[in-house]
């Protein structure tokens, strides 16, 4: 059974880096999996951020493309996520997720880790 | 505003049956596109409920079931139990806008 579960700051100050990490046990984040990004915010909802295949490639939400960067560490059994220059409308609870290779659907996911956003 | 449209809220007493739509268009909702399912009680992780329109992973009890029909699907629980208190998301691929995308999530109340 994987277990995923998200790492970071919970608070960011506006312009920075938000930064966090996904741990996964029970699984390989070398396996042929997407590892995904998503967050919940009371004004958008659920919003996929993004998804980086083991081998590194990645797709993007075209809204935040410009400022996400998904990157997989094999050594350490881990993905990360950077959003730059955030502003307050970036807070949000982020959460990681796995997908199949051939799934449109998350089949697990972390419970997710509160970011803010602010001086 | 989700592209996909979720009603707020439902609710129901134990044991009814329960059913909560999503409506999208023919760019996410369609022959071409699987809608899933998720159930998200707060502070736990979302999990899977139904995936590929109809689907439930393992574990997942058979008294929830999913369909879909032209640009809508819906997610049906029969047998309402007090653990079915939680908020239910419909999920798929839009391919105009080339990303996934979520309903803005449905609140479960047992009476």
């Known amino acids: 059974q994987v277990q995923l579960h998200e790492s970071g700051p919970g608070l960011v100050k506006p312009s920075g880096t938000l930064s966090l990490t996904c741990g996964v046990s029970?699984?390989?984040?070398?396996?042929?999996?997407?590892w995904t990004w998503v967050r919940q915010s009371p004004e958008k909802g659920l919003e996929w951020i993004g998804e980086i295949y083991y081998n590194g490639g990645a797709n993007y939400n075209p809204s935040l493309r410009s400022r996400v960067t998904i990157s997989v560490d094999k050594s350490r059994n881990h993905f990360s996520l950077k959003l730059t220059s955030v502003t307050a409308a970036d807070s949000a609870v982020y959460y990681c997720?796995?997908?199949?290779?051939?799934?449109?659907?998350?089949?697990?996911w972390g419970q997710g880790t509160q970011v803010i956003v602010s001086s | 505003q989700s592209v996909l449209t979720q009603p707020p809220s439902v609710s129901g007493a134990p044991g009814q049956r329960l059913t909560i739509s999503c409506t999208g268009s023919t760019s996410n909702v369609g022959p071409d596109s699987h809608v899933h399912w998720y159930q998200h009680i707060p502070g736990r992780a979302p999990r899977l409920l139904i995936h590929?329109?109809?689907n439930r992973p393992s574990g997942v009890p058979d008294r929830f079931s999913g369909s879909k029909s032209g640009t809508s699907a819906s997610l049906a629980i029969t047998g309402l139990q007090a653990d079915d208190e939680a908020t239910y998301y419909c999920q798929s691929y839009d391919s105009s806008l080339r990303h996934y995308v979520f309903g803005a999530g449905t609140e479960v109340t047992v009476l």
């Open positions: 590929d329109d109809t």
């Open positions: 997720a796995r997908r199949d290779f051939l799934a449109s659907s998350l089949e697990s």
């Open positions: 029970g699984d390989s984040v070398d396996n042929t999996k997407w």
